[in-house]
């Protein structure tokens, strides 16, 4: 069954947060909901929809910025009582607009998550779980990592409270009061959780979970142990999961998924017998899906997909036609109410378009002024730098309020820019004095009318590290830019994992030094990435890694006054130690350094490039080939007289030459690491081999996987 659904906007209101819009229970069997939406202003706003008109039940007065809004009441009946979170303060409005309370929840930080439960809430700070009762402390959990959503299984259908935190280190936690019961690894940070059918299931205990690397999945926490049912992979490289919810849209008596992601992209995935999701609809809007609801909004018997965008348009995907189908010659009237819409939109267009005027008028008038003050206008930017594990890059996403104009990229350290198809502005680089400023990159992206979102992808060498630096410049008057900036690690490709293969050669670095427990977890955070900033509670900590690019893999172990760190691939111990000295020295602290060479690691690594190098040299031998063959095709006629090898390379050359394009100097970035592995190999035994390299890089050129052994052997 095909699903048609039309875009419809209802609103627009400040910049929002992940999940600050719900959907308030229907009065009538048939009647239409009412919205509630917070955003960045501090303001509530709650509306009905009226003859295709946003008609408001109450507005709240501006304040602080509202992270979340969540519906609650007591148990058992319609929940339509509106609370919000905005700094550590939790409050709560009927739904007619009333305040009914205020609670200062007295916590250092920000709340960024909150779920409401009859009596019961529970919010979320950074790395604190709280649990209040009749606003009376309960619970309260120190969790490992950054805690980005929080759900409470059904308490009428479980029998008693059981709080879910989905956390930055790729783990859902299930709590039992204070206390850890059990956690979940799930394939990425999950970001958003949600109950399955909003109810949890027949048991409860399903909840929907979405990671912030695009992928969904269902899983089921009983008491004792947790089952995943389905997941679904991200292969098409779609954003990441913002929010989702369960609504049968399709009206086939199942309720079905949507999900909202951070590139723009809705989708409907319908459940088939045996409970499998497949993708029934999709639509793309222009800027990232912070809420998604799924109800009756704009007219009664008409469902619909209410989003929220991160500027703030309220918009719907409506089961109901919006547009006539006429044939040549046909008549079409006009609704009355049609007529009245038209006529107040253009009424509407027509204000605008005045106050425009009047205030660039204005505006004139007062920068020719000698007495007025100009005043830098205020933007908000929603940014991104996540690491890939698909293509080992960094996607930087920056999305901000108004268009965007020109974005500026500044890097101190080599890295690469990647081609990104989702990407229309025009780049241009500038050349860089990389020798005496450390400037490596220079690139200025031209964005086209309208842009609020850009996607950029780039790519770092392990060993160096620094930072990239975005300045951005809306199209705003007076002119102003904000400049964000990213750090790049040492070990930039490396990406958190939960085990590792314990059978693989292992080269181990042994530090010991008058250090303290959060000192050493300065450095590793320093050192790579997804590392939680906070210092771990206990005495010792065990990360285990996985480079993105190679499969190669590093366990990171330490303690007050010991770090160990094993790694099969040479190269990691030796950028791991060179770094750590660095920051010890920089401290004056005296570091006992031992290190044990394992010598079949360094045959391993290159057995572990040899596919991807074999690839690139063929793919390149291919590309070289193209030219030449299209000449002889057009000097002949035809292809026919090739051979087949020949002939598959002519009619795939349109896709070899955009994989090509698609990936610049890999395989340089393939000889650097070959080299960077040969130099590190031999300075471990305290030579300097240097000079050998231009023999290497021979070698590389007629390649051949036995040769190279050999080299790295005999030299």
């Given amino acids: 069954m095909e699903l048609s659904l039309n875009h419809v906007d209802y609103l627009q209101v400040g910049v929002t947060s992940q999940k600050t819009m719900k959907l308030l229970p229907a009065v009538g069997r048939k009647a239409t909901q009412k919205v509630a939406v917070a955003d960045h202003d501090g303001v509530v706003n709650c509306f009905g929809m009226k003859k295709g008109e946003a008609v408001p039940v109450f507005k709240s007065l501006p304040g602080q910025k509202i992270s979340r809004l969540e519906l609650g009441g007591a148990l058992g009946t319609p929940q339509e009582k509106i609370f919000v979170c905005s700094g550590s303060e939790v409050r709560g409005y009927t739904k007619k607009g009333k305040q009914f309370l205020s609670f200062e929840a007295n916590l250092t930080e920000s709340i960024n998550a909150m779920h409401v439960s009859g009596a019961d809430l529970f919010v979320c700070a950074s790395y ?27 308490v009428e259908t479980v029998g008693r409270t059981v709080p879910i935190l989905a956390c930055q280190d790729r783990v859902l936690r299930m ?17 958003v959780l949600e109950l399955h059918n909003r109810d949890g299931g027949k048991n409860g205990e399903e909840v929907l979970y979405g990671t912030a690397d695009g992928k969904l999945g269902l899983v089921q926490l009983t008491s004792s142990a947790p089952v995943s049912k389905w997941e679904v992979d991200n292969e098409k490289k779609k954003g990441g999961v913002l929010c989702i919810d369960t609504f049968d849209i399709l009206g086939d008596g199942v309720k079905d998924i949507l999900v909202g992601r951070d590139d723009g992209t809705v989708e409907v995935y319908g459940l088939d017998s045996s409970g499998e999701p497949t993708l029934r609809f999709e639509n793309v809007l222009s800027e990232s899906v912070t809420s998604i609801q799924g109800g009756c909004v704009g007219k009664e018997s008409y469902d619909e997909v209410l989003t929220t965008t991160y500027t703030g348009w309220v918009s719907g995907l409506t089961t109901e036609p919006q547009q006539m189908e006429a044939g040549p010659g046909d008549e079409v009237k006009m609704s009355r109410e049609t007529q009245a819409k038209v006529a107040a939109l253009r009424a509407e267009l027509e204000q605008l378009q005045v ?30 730098f996540t690491l890939c594990q698909d293509d080992a890059s960094y996607s930087l996403t920056l999305e901000v309020q108004t268009a965007i104009d020109n974005l500026l990229l500044q890097s101190d350290v080599p890295i690469d820019l990647l081609d990104v198809d989702k990407n229309s502005a025009v780049v241009s680089f500038s050349e860089c004095d990389s020798e005496p400023n450390g400037n490596f990159l220079l690139a200025t992206y031209r964005c086209q009318a309208n842009t609020t979102r850009l996607e950029l992808k780039v790519r770092s060498i392990e060993g160096q590290y620094g930072t990239l630096q975005a300045y ?50 300065s450095w590793v955070v320093f050192c790579l990435p997804e590392v939680p900033e906070k210092t771990p509670a206990g005495e010792n900590i065990t990360f285990y890694f996985q480079n993105t690019f190679l499969g190669t893999q590093l366990e990171a172990s330490y303690c007050k006054g010991e770090g160990n760190f094993k790694s099969d691939n040479i190269s990691t111990i030796s950028i791991l130690k060179d770094v750590l000295s660095k920051e010890a020295t920089k401290r004056k602290i005296n570091l006992n350094i031992s290190y044990e060479v394992n010598e079949d690691s360094v045959s391993h690594t290159l057995k572990m490039i040899h596919p991807k190098l074999e690839y690139q040299l063929l793919l390149a031998k291919k590309v070289q080939l193209i030219d030449a063959l299209k000449e002889l095709q057009v000097h002949e006629g035809n292809a026919d007289f090739l051979i087949p090898e020949y002939r598959s390379i002519l009619d795939e050359s349109a896709c070899l030459l955009e994989e090509y394009k698609k990936q610049p100097a890999h395989l340089e970035r393939l000889y650097g690491m070959i ?35 050999d080299f790295f052997n005999d030299a």
């Fill in 355 to 384: 106050k425009v005027m009047q205030g660039r008028e204005k505006y004139q008038q007062s920068s020719q002024s000698n007495t007025a003050v100009s005043a830098v206008p205020v933007f908000s930017i929603n940014d991104r």
């Fill in 175 to 191: 709590l039992q009061g204070s206390e850890l019961l059990y956690d979940f690894e799930v394939p990425g940070p999950p970001s």
């Fill in 675 to 709: 080299t960077d592995l040969f130099i590190d190999k031999f300075k471990f035994k305290g030579q300097n081999v240097k000079t050998k390299v231009s023999q290497l890089l021979e070698i590389l050129d007629n390649y051949d996987l036995n040769s190279l052994m």
């Fill in 472 to 521: 951005v410049t809306p199209r705003l008057q007076p002119k102003t830019c904000q400049v964000r900036q990213y750090q790049i690690k040492p070990l930039s490709l490396h990406q958190r994992t939960h085990s590792i293969d314990q059978d693989r050669p292992m080269n181990t670095l042994r530090l010991v030094g008058q250090f303290s427990f959060a000192e050493i977890h």
């Fill in 128 to 154: 604190i779980y709280n649990h209040y009762c009749d606003c009376k402390d309960q619970d309260y959990y120190l969790s490992g990592d950054k805690i980005n959503d929080i759900v409470c299984l059904p």
